[in-house]
């Protein structure tokens, strides 16, 4: 399969857990963004990298996320001290070049 | 602040007729403006896209209209089938796409046999 994968598609957590989750893109593909998607809205950028470097990270990127794309393949995105509000599906998406975003399934998160 | 504005948020149509769905976007720094297509439970999947140099860009039954003076974008489906039925999101993107895109809120279209 040569899509973006996503790991683990589905993540149940008790309030206050850390969370991980990963993001394989399509290979060579050099850009590299998370979004986060909640019930009957669309998704919303969280944050970009261009091969390893984080380039971009909106205000909606508290201080609990951290994400890392650390040999320009393979990100991570991290959520720490998770909240009721951070229960969303968190999806990956990747690009060759500025334009034409292909996305991954998505990981849903419910967080008790 | 919403820049993407999407309507309208549900849609039935019949089998064979045109399905349409409008955006209007406030930010003219966008200068790309692709479509995308959501099942539930799948990530979204991109369909069409248009820059604001052409006034229609047409793939398949998917055609996009652009009205850049208006700042004004629409989907057509023709010929709309059952398996069309998903959600549908415009969204716009400054080409250097360094903020990600900017989604609208979404058409959920029902294409009723």
């Known amino acids: 399969d040569t899509g973006v994968s996503q790991d683990p598609r589905h993540k149940i957590t008790k309030r206050g857990q850390n969370v991980t989750f990963r993001c394989d893109p399509i290979?060579?593909?050099?850009?590299l963004y998370w979004y986060r998607q909640t019930l009957g809205q669309g998704p919303e950028f969280l944050t970009y990298?261009?091969?390893?470097?984080?380039?971009?990270k909106s205000r909606l990127l508290s201080d609990r996320f951290s994400a890392e794309r650390p040999k320009g393949s393979f990100s991570t995105l991290e959520i720490q001290r998770t909240e009721q509000g951070d229960s969303a599906m968190y999806l990956c998406?990747?690009?060759?070049?500025?334009?034409?975003?292909?996305f991954g399934p998505g990981t849903r998160l419910t967080v008790l | 602040q919403q820049q993407v504005k999407q309507s309208p948020q549900s849609l039935i149509v019949q089998k064979g007729g045109i399905s349409i769905i409008n955006c209007a976007y406030e930010?003219?720094?966008?200068?790309?403006f692709p479509w995308y297509q959501q099942f539930p439970g799948k990530g979204p999947a991109l369909l069409i896209a248009i820059r604001p140099d052409v006034s229609e860009k047409k793939e398949g039954r998917f055609t996009i209209s652009f009205n850049k003076s208006a700042k004004q974008f629409s989907l057509h489906i023709m010929d709309s089938q059952p398996g069309d039925s998903a959600t549908y999101f415009c969204?716009?993107?400054w080409g250097g796409g360094a903020d990600g895109l900017t989604f609208g809120k979404g058409t959920h279209l029902i294409i009723q046999p």
């Open positions: 969204a716009g993107q």
């Open positions: 990298f261009q091969n390893e470097a984080q380039l971009e």
């Open positions: 998406a990747s690009s060759l070049g500025a334009l034409g975003q292909f």
């Open positions: 930010n003219t720094a966008f200068d790309y």
């Open positions: 290979s060579e593909h050099n850009r």
